[in-house]
């Protein structure tokens, strides 16, 4: 006797044994399988790992290497340009030119090139050596152009031609203060060469402080004011022989003053078509030599300028005698005719302002 329905549920039951089993199976082989695929991996990375250990070691040791190398050389140098440095000969740039023909015309021909080339020395000791060998002769002859240089170009001329009333100290700036009733004047007070080049002689002025001073390193006295040309000069003559102050002609200083080896026409560049002087003022006379006759002096002039214009001047001079030998100082102002003429313009009320403060301490 059969029995079917058993049968069929132990084979269903027989089958899904089974397969649970290789299920089982199936899992245990595939984490077998991960594990194996993990410690691959594992092993994989602590080899990465380990290389890459050893190429940092490899760089590191590389670099060290590097630093020796770049510390030696370093050193190298340095001791190089200690070398250098304490060697006593010194550098030249200078070019070689004696293989350059200096013969030509007139047996000049390249022999200035040659000087020139051979000169020419791009060291820096080379200037230092050069800049000792002229300071001093700079110096000297700085002192010489300003002091010694116009006494001898004095001593080449007349006396009695009108020249600059030299400082005794032109090195220096002179003394300045605030005068006037608004305090717009400067008072000068300077020392001068006394006369016949010996000693000193005090002198004083005033004039507007806006005005420039110029030929500041000849060792003259000038101001000058830059709106309309207005100027002032502090000059020495001397008289002729016998003559004196307070007998002189008039005539003799518009002679003086504007001869053309002066310093009005020489050294200034102005060129005179005409002057005269038009009158002469005795302020204080000294018959018996107890103190400096003291005249003042009106001249009018006229002046040519480089585009051959015409243009009208007048001038204001007050002359001391500080000594019986003739010696004259004097404070010369010069201004536009236009504006003198009218006597109560600015202009001619500074310029004779200007005169009127002019003092000799003798």
């Not at 302002?353 to 301490?361: E, K, L, P, T």
Request: net charge positive.
């Amino acid at each position: 006797m059969k029995f079917p329905v058993l049968t069929t549920i132990t084979t269903m039951y027989l089958t899904t044994t089974c397969n649970a089993f290789c299920f089982h199976q199936q899992r245990k082989v595939s984490s077998c399988a991960n594990n194996r695929v993990n410690i691959a991996a594992n092993e994989k990375l602590s080899s990465n790992d380990g290389d890459d250990n050893v190429n940092n070691n490899n760089k590191n040791m590389k670099l060290a290497e590097n630093r020796r190398t770049f510390l030696a050389a370093t050193g190298s140098l340095v001791s190089s340009f200690a070398v250098v440095l304490s060697s006593p000969q010194l550098a030249s740039a200078g070019i070689d030119v004696s293989g350059l023909r200096s013969d030509g015309v007139s047996g000049g021909g390249n022999s200035i090139l040659k000087q020139q080339l051979k000169e020419f020395d791009g060291s820096a000791s080379a200037r230092v050596n050069q800049i000792k060998e002229i300071s001093p002769s700079t110096g000297t002859t700085a002192a010489s152009r300003k002091i010694n240089i116009p006494l001898a170009v004095e001593e080449e001329i007349d006396s009695k031609i009108t020249t600059w009333l030299y400082r005794t100290n032109p090195t220096m700036s002179p003394r300045l203060s605030r005068a006037g009733s608004l305090r717009n004047m400067f008072r000068c007070d300077d020392q001068v060469v006394g006369p016949n080049g010996s000693g000193s002689v005090g002198i004083s002025f005033e004039f507007p402080s806006d005005w420039l001073q110029l030929d500041k390193f000849l060792g003259g006295i000038s101001y000058v004011d830059q709106r309309d040309g207005a100027r002032l000069y502090v000059l020495k003559t001397k008289l002729p022989d016998g003559e004196r102050l307070s007998t002189i002609p008039k005539s003799f200083f518009g002679e003086s003053i504007f001869d053309s080896k002066g310093t009005i026409v020489k050294s200034q560049g102005i060129e005179i078509d005409e002057y005269k002087v038009s009158s002469a003022t005795t302020i204080s006379e000294c018959p018996e030599n107890s103190c400096a006759t003291h005249k003042r002096y009106k001249i009018k002039y006229s002046t040519v300028t480089g585009n051959g214009l015409r243009v009208e001047r007048r001038a204001l001079v007050d002359a001391y005698e500080v000594s019986t030998n003739g010696d004259i100082y004097m404070m010369m102002t010069s201004s536009n005719a236009i504006k003198f003429e009218n006597k109560d313009s600015p202009e001619r009320q500074t310029v004779e302002a200007i005169v009127d403060s002019f003092r000799i301490n003798v």
